[in-house]
């Protein structure tokens, strides 16, 4: 894990006369699970829009696999591997579960006019093994049985799990987690966990908002915490545990 994955280097942004992040730094390093923790306000899920390139900084750099994103639109910045989920989980609802699985399968043949008129056959095989992916995922999952159900028939913890099946269809290196326990039963927690686990051991690199400290102080190598939009410690997680600094942003910042 020395290498790094995703580097973030003085990334400011502002609304109006707000800094909602405000010169903000932080690593990730090849094959981690690193946490990203900060009272309400703090900044975390606009840090999160901006590596995505969902918004543009005002100003700062984000390299990602030793390339830069700064041009990049946020379709492409998924297509190199760094894809991410939201808080609330964004899954299309009047679509099967495993339609909502197909349509992230990247660089699809079938999108293109001129290919489904001349390689009908390669297009039918990638759309096969498309689905036996999916499948596959699905099953990791737990949402086999759900495969042919609509999306918006399922649990908040259950979309969570399809946003984040979603996510490993396009074979990412990096996945940004927004809040994955959030409104989620104990027991799906756990087994979001040890998923989370599991892929991480299969090459997969993690970056997770999370205000569940359990989840973040059992999951994480490293953890980096923003105040005010701004850093404000970082270390590894007992470290965290007794930073004074750490405690008193949550003890005395902003209300939920």
């Not at 090849?30 to 995505?52: C, D, E, Q, Y």
């Not at 339609?99 to 399968?105: D, H």
């Not at 799990?161 to 959030?182: N, V």
């Not at 005010?228 to 939920?256: H, M």
């Amino acid at each position: 894990m020395d290498e790094s994955l995703l580097l973030v280097t003085g990334l400011s942004k502002s609304f109006g006369g707000i800094k909602a992040v405000n010169n903000a730094s932080i690593e990730v390093k090849t094959n981690s699970i690193t946490g990203l923790i900060g009272p309400n306000g703090a900044g975390k899920t606009t840090l999160f829009n901006l590596i995505s390139r969902f918004i543009e900084p005002d100003r700062g750099q984000v390299t990602f696999a030793g390339k830069s994103l700064d041009q990049l639109q946020s379709h492409q910045v998924s297509r190199s591997g760094c894809v991410r989920t939201f808080q609330v989980a964004k899954v299309l609802s009047r679509l099967s579960v495993m339609e909502n699985m197909l349509l992230a399968a990247p660089k699809q043949l079938g999108e293109d006019f001129l290919q489904v008129w001349f390689k009908r056959d390669e297009i039918r095989r990638q759309e096969r093994e498309n689905r036996e992916q999916a499948m596959r995922i699905l099953e990791d999952i737990g949402l086999a049985s759900k495969v042919n159900d609509y999306a918006g028939v399922l649990s908040g913890g259950q979309r969570k799990l399809l946003e984040i099946g979603r996510a490993l269809m396009s074979s990412p290196k990096l996945i940004l987690l927004d809040e994955p326990a959030a409104g989620v039963n104990p027991t799906l927690i756990a087994q979001i966990c040890e998923h989370i686990i599991r892929w991480n051991r299969q090459g997969i690199s993690f970056l997770i908002v999370e205000h569940n400290m359990d989840v973040i102080m059992s999951l994480c190598d490293y953890v980096w915490v923003m105040a005010e939009g701004t850093n404000l410690a970082d270390g590894k997680p007992a470290e965290i545990q007794n930073n004074s600094k750490v405690l008193e942003a949550y003890l005395g910042g902003p209300d939920e």
